[in-house]
């Protein structure tokens, strides 16, 4: 729902169709907010001002590109993460100049970065890089015999 136009200034150049427009482009595209600007033919800036003035071209936006990153970044990353295969095809050119062209399928290993960063984001509590210990001891006042004792039984060595 588009905001009460002001009488002051320039005309809004903002359209309703803009909403769906704006939620395809970011769906199917991904597009960003310079793609829309180009795409509408305004400024980064105009952009900004028309999500101010129409929550329902802001919601498109935001909607879009969410469908856009879970239908295909995250799809990407998990491809990349466990490894896959896709057809391809090969030419070949002899040296009689003639061209053959040989169907192949190719194959891409898991990746090791991805693979982390995909297990530290959906099991946080199991592969984060720093696990949290939680103790009742008075760290600052402690005794070092109190400090050894609640070490050793972090450790298991009870």
């Known amino acids: 729902m588009t905001k009460k136009e002001s009488t002051v200034g320039r ?3 903002f359209k309703e169709e803009y909403i ?5 482009a970011c769906k199917r595209l991904g597009a960003i907010d310079e793609d829309l600007a180009a795409f509408f033919g305004c400024t980064v800036k105009t952009l900004n001002n028309w999500k101010h003035v129409s929550s329902d071209f802001l ?3 935001k909607k879009g590109k969410e469908i856009y990153d879970t239908n295909e970044v995250e799809k990407s990353l998990r491809d990349r993460a466990v490894g896959y295969s896709h057809d391809e095809d090969k030419i070949f050119c002899n040296k009689d100049g003639v061209v053959t062209k040989v169907g192949t399928t190719k194959h891409y290993p898991p990746e090791t970065a991805a ?3 995909w297990l530290k984001n959906r099991d946080a509590d199991r592969w984060k890089d720093r696990q949290e210990v939680h103790t009742t001891l008075d ?3 402690a005794t070092r015999e109190e400090l050894e004792a609640e ?3 972090l450790k298991g060595e009870d």
Do not use: G
């Open 59 to 61: 919601q498109s936006i």
């Open 139 to 141: 760290l600052e006042n």
């Open 151 to 153: 070490l050793a039984q």
């Open 115 to 117: 693979m982390v960063f």
């Open 20 to 24: 769906t427009q704006a939620f395809e």
């Open 11 to 13: 005309p809004t150049k």
